[in-house]
């Protein structure tokens, strides 16, 4: 029996017959993130997510598809190695991911890692379920955290990959409230707020901190998986960079 959960590694023998499989597709970005995070922290976080989630549910029906690694990045396309297919070509590649990826699976979770990804996942996940599929979506979104490459996601990334974090180079950004930079934030870009791209501060950042943050993410999307948590459909979002949207709400 193939142990792997990871799609890439199987073979069409093994998904043939009627539809068992729950596939995960993280959805990432590539972006900058400080001056001291790699710039596919986001992928990297949505893929630990959901590889990890899926080895915890029993039976081997979780499997994780290739991440999606470009996102809707607009609002950092002022910061060099940034790259974005927007709002509209991320939601087309999602819509004809699920219903390709549909023919065959009996559920899709996309497992998102971007804020700015928001307003293309709603629509997305509107249409595929409109069509009548098992689809939705999920935020690794840990609640308190700061908005952008801050001590949250510098403390993920020292869990995931301290190789990748120039701790040496963390500085603190624009630290005021996410509300009151967003105004400026969508006239122009995250480098109108913050000139080092930072939202936050990473001061205090441990490896073990990210550790307790990934279990707790991991451990809502189990809990989803099984039907006992929230399971996290579209909201209407105002920012064009979907930004300002909120992670989740409940399935009525």
Do not use: K
């Amino acid at each position: 029996m193939n142990a792997s959960r990871l799609l890439g590694d199987r073979r069409w023998p093994e998904l043939d017959g009627p539809p068992i499989v729950t596939l995960l597709v993280p959805v990432g970005s590539l972006e900058q993130h400080g001056p001291h995070l790699p710039l596919d922290t986001d992928t990297r976080i949505a893929h630990a997510v959901a590889q990890a989630a899926a080895h915890a549910v029993a039976g081997g029906s979780v499997l994780v598809s290739p991440a999606v690694s470009f996102g809707a990045s607009g609002e950092h396309e002022t910061f060099p190695g940034t790259v974005s297919i927007g709002t509209e070509g991320l939601r087309t590649l999602l819509v004809e991911l699920g219903r390709s990826a549909g023919r065959w699976a009996r559920r899709l979770v996309f497992v998102n890692g971007h804020g700015g990804n928001l307003e293309a996942l709603g629509t997305a996940v509107t249409l595929l379920r409109a069509e009548g599929r098992d689809v939705r979506w999920f935020g690794c979104f840990p609640p308190g955290g700061d908005a952008h490459a801050g001590r949250a996601e510098t403390s993920i990334m020292l869990a995931l990959a301290p190789r990748t974090v120039r701790l040496e180079l963390a500085r603190a950004g624009n630290v005021a409230p996410l509300a009151e930079l967003l105004p400026l934030m969508r006239a122009s870009s995250v480098r109108a707020v913050s000139a080092n791209g930072v939202l936050g501060d990473p001061a205090g950042a441990s490896a073990d901190e990210g550790r307790t943050l990934l279990a707790a993410m991991v451990g809502e999307l189990v809990a989803v998986l099984a039907h006992r948590g929230r399971p996290y459909l579209p909201l209407p979002c105002n920012s064009s960079s979907g930004i300002s949207c909120s992670a989740a709400v409940s399935e009525p």
